[in-house]
């Protein structure tokens, strides 16, 4: 497609480049007894059509440019891994070991953020809101597409925003860390840094509640959670022992994905 379009492009700019130059030759308008009139009359008529075939042209590059951009898009890098999931599930505890584990650079996102604006994220939640949160996501998230060999620690909404989500599907492999809401209620119900699972106007909620919060937003998310590329499930399994499933189940992610795109 890319070839035919850069094809189509030096096939007008050839056009182009006749038309500058089909001028009437003087000697010739007067052999064949046309007046300077009509002579002036038709080089006007060949400028105006070489014109519009400048403007063609320069469709044409901006839409091979643009193809080539969304191609570089498109060609997906499988080793840049992308841990979703929801709270609790492990994102920030496995990403660095699975990092480590497999020879990666490591990323968790919130902290990121958190570094970036110098704010935690509860306080980013408090004084900006959720959306303004979830613009600041996908703008750190923007930034980080480009790298390959990366482990990177989503947040557990970070998927919510489409842009994110289109985002995130181009350019790597999604991972889902799955736990059942009563086991993220367990790991959570003594943390004070998710904000989400919060009542009104910050207040403690008890494990119970939090377990109702945790299954109501869940049951929401868990449709593109479950699109994911490799899914594990962390409930009855020890850390390490995901870690060492994650990377087997990565590399051959990686090495089969990377042998279907030769193939193509
Ligand atoms: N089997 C397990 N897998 C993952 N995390 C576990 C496990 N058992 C206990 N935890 C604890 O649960 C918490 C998970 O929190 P975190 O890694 O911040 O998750 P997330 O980034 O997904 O919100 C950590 O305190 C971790 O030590
Ligand atoms: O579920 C969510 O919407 C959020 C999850 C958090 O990350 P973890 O999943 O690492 O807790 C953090 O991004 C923010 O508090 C919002
Ligand atoms: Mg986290």
């Known amino acids: 497609m890319r070839n035919k379009l850069q094809g189509a492009v030096l096939f007008i700019k050839r056009v182009a ?42 469709c044409a590059e901006l839409q091979a440019k643009q193809r080539g951009f969304e191609q570089s898009v498109v060609n997906k890098e499988h080793t ?34 958190e ?62 860390l799955k736990s059942p809401s009563k086991t993220l209620a367990r790991r959570l119900c003594n943390k004070t840094d998710r904000p989400l699972l919060r009542g009104e106007k910050g207040r403690k909620l008890s494990r119970e509640e939090i377990e109702e919060k945790i299954s109501t937003i869940l049951a929401k998310r868990e449709p593109r959670y479950e699109s994911a590329d490799i899914t594990v499930e962390t409930d009855i399994k020890r850390i390490g022992s995901t870690v060492e499933e994650l990377t087997r189940k990565i590399e051959r992610f990686v090495r089969s994905a990377s042998a279907t795109a030769d193939d193509q």
Do not use: H, W
């Open 17 to 58: 480049a006749d038309a500058q130059n089909r001028k009437l030759p003087g000697n010739m308008a007067t052999k064949k007894g046309l007046s300077k009139g009509i002579l002036t009359f038709l080089n006007g008529r060949c400028r105006i059509f070489f014109i519009f075939v400048k403007l063609c042209t320069t």
């Open 115 to 176: 570094q970036d604006t110098g704010k935690t994220i509860t306080r980013i939640f408090a004084e900006e809101g959720e959306e303004f949160f979830r613009a600041l996501e996908l703008q750190r998230l923007s930034a980080l597409v480009t790298q390959n060999n990366m482990i990177i620690s989503l947040g557990g909404g970070a998927l919510e925003n489409d842009l994110a989500y289109a985002l995130i599907q181009k350019s790597g492999t999604l991972v889902y």
């Open 80 to 113: 840049l891994i992308f841990l979703t999931g929801f709270s609790g599930s492990g994102k920030s505890t496995i990403g660095p070991l699975l990092a480590n584990s497999l020879g990666y650079e490591f990323v968790d996102l919130d902290q990121s953020i």
